[in-house]
């Protein structure tokens, strides 16, 4: 089953405006990443971020990190055409959960040039 | 380009049919899974090995069987599928089980 709910499940959006996309999971975790999926092709690695840290960037993305609210969220800066794709987080829990990938619904960003 | 290659892209098959989907990475990672991804869902992980150890979702039916011929190669053999097996199925690849994975492009699976 799958622990990790994202909201919203569609977001549409005009090129140049930012993104939000939000993620709550319900056990401890080891860490969360996110990743994206362009139509008809596999995920692609997008960032992780680890248990004890609150915020990470890459380039135009931003990810926050709260354990006590167990929730994450994906911010895209100035978004382009590009960006349409399905993004899904994905938490990896503690020694007892075999270290495996538990993702969320997705969310799916499309984007308007 | 993706680093984990699956072949075959697309696969029609019958139900009494028996196929193989194969994963193969390069990148010395020693951890490999297999998803089942249906449309506008997130994958569901069926299998891993890693460190030589195969770990089974108990929920995949007998009808998908892995095997592991080497670290760098895992199949999924498929016998007498149903059409609810039509799906995208999706190999990945991870240096250790809490690293980002990378994933291929899969297979389209389509169960007549």
């Known amino acids: 089953s799958q622990q990790g709910e994202e909201d919203p499940q569609a977001l549409s959006i005009q090129e140049g405006e930012n993104a939000t996309m939000n993620c709550s999971y319900k056990?401890?975790?080891?860490?969360l990443q996110w990743y994206r999926q362009n139509s008809g092709r596999g995920l692609v690695h997008l960032i992780l971020?680890?248990?004890?840290?609150r915020e990470k960037h890459s380039g135009r993305l931003r990810v926050t990190l709260d354990t006590s609210k167990k929730s994450s969220s994906l911010l895209i800066t100035a978004s382009r055409a590009a960006d349409t794709a399905s993004y899904f987080c994905?938490?990896?829990?503690?020694?007892?959960?075999?270290?495996?990938?538990?993702f969320g619904e997705g969310t799916q960003l499309t984007v308007n040039p | 380009d993706t680093e984990v290659t699956q072949t075959p892209k697309h696969l029609v098959m019958g139900m009494t049919n028996k196929k193989s989907l194969k994963c193969e990475q390069h990148?010395?990672?020693?951890?490999m899974y297999w998803y089942k991804q249906k449309a506008k869902k997130p994958p569901e992980l069926m299998f891993v090995?890693?460190?030589?150890?195969?770990?089974i979702n108990e929920s995949v039916p007998s009808r998908f069987s892995p095997e592991c011929p080497n670290s760098s190669l895992l199949n999924l053999h498929l016998h007498a599928l149903q059409p609810e097996d039509s799906a995208l199925y999706l190999c990945?690849?991870?240096?250790?089980?809490?690293?980002?994975?990378?994933f291929g492009d899969g297979t389209r699976l389509s169960i007549l």
């Open positions: 990945a690849s991870s240096q250790q089980g809490n690293q980002p994975q990378h």
């Open positions: 056990t401890s975790i080891n860490n």
């Open positions: 971020i680890r248990s004890n840290e």
């Open positions: 994905a938490t990896v829990g503690g020694e007892t959960s075999g270290s495996r990938l538990t």
């Open positions: 990148m010395g990672h020693r951890a």
């Open positions: 090995y890693s460190y030589e150890k195969l770990s």
